[in-house]
């Protein structure tokens, strides 16, 4: 089983960054894309940002223009970029590897908490 390792959250004002990171157990260079997810307090978790192996990325529109989603094959991690932080960024965010349908390919992580105050 492929272990997912999340880190980078913290307690941040509005308007501030923060980089989070996610090692794999695993090489993700031959996964088809690899996937940020958010669970804001009370929601279900949601894809705010998706990379694919050939690069290409995508992002939730509440995002677009602030979060950067890159990733390190040597070494087994992707990256959250996270700039001009609202309150509405706070949740606790996952990585996972996911195929062209975009169901998830492994067990979730601990996931990272991000709280942005106002």
């Known amino acids: 089983q492929v272990q997912l390792v999340e880190s980078g959250g913290a307690l941040v004002q509005a308007g501030g960054s923060l980089r989070l990171s996610c090692v794999a157990s695993?090489?993700?260079?031959?996964?088809?894309?690899m996937g940020w997810y958010r669970r804001a307090p009370g929601k279900q978790r949601e894809l705010v940002a998706v990379?694919?192996?050939?690069?290409?990325?995508n992002y939730a529109d509440s995002v677009k223009g602030r979060f950067t989603i890159s990733r390190d094959n040597a070494k087994n991690t992707i990256y959250l970029q996270m700039n001009s932080l609202k309150p509405e960024d706070t949740g606790v965010y996952y990585c996972?590897?996911?195929?062209?349908?975009?169901?998830?390919?492994?067990?979730w992580g601990q996931g990272t908490q991000v709280t942005v105050s106002s």
């Open positions: 996972n590897g996911r195929d062209m349908r975009g169901t998830t390919y492994w067990s």
């Open positions: 695993r090489s993700i260079s031959s996964i088809n894309a």
């Open positions: 990379m694919r192996s050939d690069e290409y990325t």
